[in-house]
C-alpha cells in the first residue's frame, strides 16, 4: 500500500503514442461509419488523443435521448461495446480509445451488430473524463484488460492509479459501478490497493452486480493461452465522496 499512496495523482499516460496502420477495411469502416458513431468536433490538442479543457459533452444531444450512460475505457476492438449495446438497448454507451486502427474495427463492429446506441470517442479517457464529461453523469464505467506496464519504472503509466480512480469516483453517479478485468496478477494486486487506498468505493460479489455478459476478447484468448487466470472486480462507488 505504501507504494501506492506514492503514485501520482495527475494525469498519467497509459499507452504508446503510436499506432500501427489502419488496413483498408478499417480505413473504409472510418470513412463510412464515423459520422455515425465517432463524436466529433472535440477540441483536441496536436496528439489527437489529449483533450484540452472545452466545455463537457451534451449527451443528451449527442445520444438524441436522456439514458442511464455506460462508458468502457479502452474499447480495444469493440467486442464488448457490440454485447452490451445489444444487451441495453434502453442505455446509452459511449467508448473512449486511443487508437484509429482498433477504432475502425469497432466501428464496423457496431455496424454489424446493428446498434444505434454507441458513441465513440478518439483519445485519451483521462483528460477526457476531466474535460468532457460532467460530475455524477456516468452510471456504469467499465475497465477490461488495461495495459500492464510491468516494469518498476512504468507502473506509474498504469490507467488505474490513484488520480484516475478519484476523478472517475467524481463522474460515477453515485452507486455507480465499475467493473475491471486484468489477466496479471501483479496489476490485480495494484488494482485491489489502489482501490483500497481511495476509500471512494465498496467492493461489489459478481452477484450482487448482476455480471456475466462480458465476452471473451482476443487479449483474454491470449491470456487464457498463455495460461494466466483472469482476475475480475466489481467496485461500488459510496453514497458520498
Ligand atoms: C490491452 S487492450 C484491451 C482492449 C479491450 N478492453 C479488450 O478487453 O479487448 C487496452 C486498450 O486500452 C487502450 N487505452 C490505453 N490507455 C487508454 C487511455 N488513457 N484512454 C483510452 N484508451 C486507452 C489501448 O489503446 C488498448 O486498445
Known amino acids: 500500500l505504501g507504494e501506492v499512496s506514492k503514485l ?35 477540441d483536441r ?30 474499447a480495444g476492438s469493440g467486442e464488448n461495446l457490440a454485447v452490451e449495446a445489444t444487451a441495453r438497448p434502453d442505455w446509452n454507451l459511449l467508448g473512449f480509445e486511443v487508437y484509429d486502427k482498433v477504432l475502425g474495427s469497432t ?22 473524463f476531466d474535460y468532457l464529461m460532467q460530475p455524477q453523469s456516468i452510471s456504469e464505467l467499465q ?22 480512480v478519484t476523478l472517475a469516483a467524481s463522474r460515477l453517479v453515485p ?12 496489476y490485480a494486486e495494484h488494482i485491489a490497493a489502489v482501490f483500497d487506498v481511495s476509500q471512494l468505493f465498496e467492493d461489489v460479489t459478481a452477484e450482487q452486480a448482476g455480471s456475466g455478459r462480458r465476452p471473451v476478447t482476443k487479449f483474454e484468448a491470449r491470456a487464457k493461452a ?4 483472469i482476475t475480475e472486480f466489481v467496485f461500488r462507488r459510496k453514497e458520498t465522496l
Not at 452507486?175 to 501483479?186: K, V
Open 175 to 186: 452507486g455507480g459501478l465499475w467493473r475491471l478485468a486484468t489477466d496479471w496478477d501483479d
Open 107 to 128: 466501428m464496423s463492429r457496431l455496424d454489424r451488430a446493428g446498434v444505434a446506441n454507441v458513441r465513440l470517442i478518439h483519445g485519451d479517457a483521462v483528460t477526457g
Open 8 to 42: 501520482p495523482m495527475r494525469p498519467v499516460t497509459s499507452y504508446v503514442r503510436r499506432s500501427p496502420r489502419m488496413n483498408d477495411s478499417q480505413k473504409a469502416a472510418w470513412q463510412r461509419l464515423s459520422a455515425q458513431y465517432l463524436v466529433g468536433e472535440l
Open 226 to 229: 498463455a495460461g494466466r487466470d
Open 143 to 164: 475497465t477490461y484488460f488495461p495495459d500492464p506496464w510491468h516494469k518498476a519504472r512504468h507502473v506509474k503509466r498504469r490507467l488505474v492509479n490513484p488520480g484516475f
Open 45 to 74: 490538442q496536436a496528439m489527437a488523443s489529449l483533450f484540452v479543457s472545452q466545455a463537457p459533452l451534451d449527451l443528451v444531444e449527442l445520444f438524441g435521448r436522456d439514458a442511464p450512460l455506460l462508458v468502457e475505457v479502452g
